[in-house]
């Protein structure tokens, strides 16, 4: 089992950046691919990207290609989403999930570990 508590949100102007972090308990983070995903005021949790287990795959949503970019550092227990370009429908509660049953892939679905979530509000 894996716990995941994320940070780095925040208040930020459109066009500006934000970088959130998941820091993961347990020593098997390096095996399971990891995701994010965000949840907008009376939307539904949708995917935004994911990385395997080693980083070699990635995989985002087509509304943040280009501007996010996810990575992952397993001597820290860290996945990371960079978030550029910020735009005001990307203000939502993020989350990072972990996926331990398919771990070569970066996939939409699977995901067994939820953190508690971390806001972004981007301002116009």
């Known amino acids: 089992q894996v716990q995941l508590v994320e940070s780095g949100g925040g208040l930020v102007q459109a066009g500006g950046s934000l970088r959130l972090s998941c820091a993961a308990s347990?020593?098997?983070?390096?095996?399971?691919?990891m995701g994010w995903f965000r949840q907008a005021p009376g939307k539904e949790r949708e995917f935004v990207a994911a990385i395997s287990w080693f980083g070699g795959n990635t995989y985002y949503t087509d509304s943040v290609k280009g501007r996010f970019t996810i990575s992952r550092d397993n001597a820290k227990n860290t996945v990371y989403l960079q978030m550029n370009s910020l735009k005001p429908e990307d203000t939502a509660v993020y989350y990072c999930?972990?996926?331990?049953?398919?771990?070569?892939?970066?996939?939409?679905?699977?995901?067994?570990?939820w953190g508690q979530g971390t806001q972004v509000t981007v301002s116009s």
């Open positions: 999930a972990a996926d331990p049953d398919s771990p070569h892939s970066a996939r939409v679905y699977g995901y067994d570990y």
């Open positions: 347990g020593s098997t983070f390096s095996t399971y691919a």
